[in-house]
């Protein structure tokens, strides 16, 4: 016995069917996936594996960057204690860059102990900067890991690839440098903030500015006590979160304690900004995770607030000059007031002003859940957005897989890409957009060497060719002969497809005649390539033959010789 029912119409949604029979009855239940109508605050399903992009061996994707050619470059460590950094590539389409590193991972041990790339950075030379910090000795360092585009250490880079920079080898030996966040700035050099947490002075936060080629900038920062030449602090007992970078090459810091601190671009403290460097978010509990810099040079912070003892999301809006931004939200300060347990980590302003930010809160079911929120330009709640418009919504499991969002950004199609985890593996997935950025089915040229001097009626394969050049599975169709994918012993001749980095060969008959070409075209994409093979030439030189001489035969008759066969010549 079998049963059967329509499945619902809308996504993530279950329809059960029970059949009794007598006294014992069972059920079958069959369950929606994510359906994608083109909604902001829908998963995109045209993205990865039914909107999901995900790899194993690599952890939660710390930073995300998308790259000009639409590709996704993650950073994070590895499961279990984080003790590697690693760099994933995805397509634009959502698959594993297998062109780069090992199947599109790279992993770079480095200490004995936690190693987490905080940040990846997308050099102009196509090379890749990942930096984060490494525990060595029982005490952390800045570390810096170039990688070449190819997904392959630079050990151009101090010789191994792997930079590490102590803040002040000679003060305070044992303790922990925590790098939090990185950007590339205008000059070209890479700026590395986070803090310093040790026992005898608190929470110490830093600033360091590094060449590409690995250099500390010894002018940089003030030549704080604490710290060697090279170093900007704020002197005081603050531990950072994220930077951002203003116009004006001044860059802004936000503190785990609700601070937001501007340095000058040569990395003193700029004194003008806000009370003396330092805006303080006039609430208890703040942690201001995120930052960004918007029009007019304003600065958006993301994290949390404690408000009658529950931790809140929070958004906050400052003009350049350090004070809150009163056309946001009232006060410039927004805080999601329904949903408790908090917090947002990443946020993005999108081409129309509108403000989205990620993080994590207490869900309808009482557990934490991934949190997703959009504001309008002036700080209210999107009320287009989320469920019942309420301008936010609650991202559970799906397949019974949690989510969790850490970092953000912007597709060219407006649609948010979001790195994190799926289950126990480094997933991205995007909130919204379109069809996604259009995937590249255009190979690189390939082609096939010609074969001359076969024989005819042979069955003659070509050599290989890798393709290369597309993103996504490219459409393939043959004509005058077959093809196989990876060169096996299968050949067809119906349309099929390929992917990047698998080789593929054409088959033909040869022509029945000598000195004739046979020829047969692969198409891949758009791109086509040709295969010929031409006969040998036929051989028209037979092989000896003998008449017998006649003798006694009459005069003036007509003699006829015995008859030979011809043989051995082809044409």
Not at 253 to 278: E, H, K, P, Q
Not at 362 to 370: A, I, W
Request: with cysteine.
């Amino acid at each position: 016995v079998c049963v059967r029912h329509t499945s619902a119409a809308t996504g993530e949604t279950q329809t059960v069917t029970t059949l009794t029979v007598g006294d014992v009855s069972s059920s079958f239940t069959s369950a929606t996936g994510l359906v994608f109508t083109g909604r902001a605050d829908e998963i995109n399903t045209n993205f990865g594996s039914n909107g999901f992009a995900s790899a194993t061996g690599v952890s939660q994707a710390l930073d995300v960057q998308i790259l000009g050619d639409g590709r996704i470059v993650a950073a994070s460590g590895i499961p279990g204690f984080d003790n590697a950094f690693a760099i994933t590539m995805y397509t634009a389409a959502g698959a594993l860059d297998t062109n780069f590193g090992t199947g599109g991972k790279t992993i770079v041990q480095i200490g004995s102990g936690n190693d987490i790339a905080a940040a990846v950075i997308p050099l102009p030379s196509g090379k890749f900067m990942l930096v984060g910090w490494s525990l060595l000795n029982n005490s952390s360092q800045i570390a810096l890991v170039r990688i070449n585009a190819n997904g392959s250490v630079d050990t151009t880079f101090d010789t191994d690839g792997i930079l590490l920079f102590d803040l002040h080898p000679a003060v305070n030996t044992q303790r922990t440098e925590v790098v939090t966040d990185a950007v590339l700035l205008a000059d070209g050099s890479i700026l590395a903030v986070g803090y310093v947490a040790t026992t005898s002075t608190g929470d110490q936060f830093f600033a360091v500015k590094f060449s590409q080629d690995g250099v500390a900038d010894t002018t940089f920062g003030g030549g704080d006590t604490q710290f060697s030449d090279g170093v900007a602090s704020t002197g005081g007992s603050v531990a950072t979160g994220a930077v951002a970078v203003q116009s004006t090459g001044k860059f802004v810091v936000t503190g785990i304690t609700g601070s937001v601190v501007r340095f000058n671009a040569d990395g003193t403290l700029d004194t003008a900004f806000g009370s003396n460097g330092t805006r303080t978010i006039p609430l208890g509990g703040r942690q201001l995770l995120d930052a960004l810099v918007t029009t007019g040079d304003k600065i958006m912070v993301f994290g949390q607030a404690s408000i009658s003892g529950q931790f809140r999301a929070l958004v906050a809006r400052l003009n350049a000059d350090g004070t809150l931004d009163t056309t946001f939200s009232g006060d410039g300060v927004f805080t999601l007031d329904s949903v408790a347990n908090a917090a947002l980590v990443s946020g993005e302003v999108l081409a129309d002003g509108d403000i989205v930010g990620l993080g994590l809160g207490l869900g309808p079911d009482g557990t934490n859940q991934l949190l997703y929120l959009r504001l309008n330009s002036d700080g209210t709640l999107d009320s287009s957005f989320g469920p019942g418009g309420q301008g936010f919504l609650f991202r559970g499991p799906v397949n019974g897989n949690a989510i969790v969002g850490r970092s953000t950004a912007l597709r060219s199609d407006g649609g948010v890409m979001v790195g994190g985890t799926f289950g126990s593996n480094q997933a991205l997935f995007v909130f919204g957009g379109g069809s996604g950025p259009v995937a590249d089915t255009t190979p690189d040229a390939f082609s096939f060497a010609a074969q001359t001097g076969v024989e005819p009626m042979a069955t003659i394969t070509s050599g290989s060719a890798t393709i290369s050049g597309i993103d996504a599975p490219a459409p393939v169709t043959v004509s005058g002969g077959s093809y196989s994918i990876g060169c096996g012993t299968a050949f067809i001749n119906t349309a099929g497809s390929i992917s990047s980095g698998q080789s593929i060969c054409v088959q033909h008959t040869a022509t029945i005649a000598f000195g004739a070409t046979t020829t047969t075209t692969l198409t891949i994409g758009s791109v086509v390539g040709t295969f010929t093979s031409t006969t040998r030439a036929g051989n028209s030189t037979p092989n000896d033959f003998q008449f017998t001489d006649a003798t006694g035969v009459p005069v003036s008759s007509t003699v006829m010789s015995n008859a030979v066969v011809i043989s051995g010549n082809e044409v």
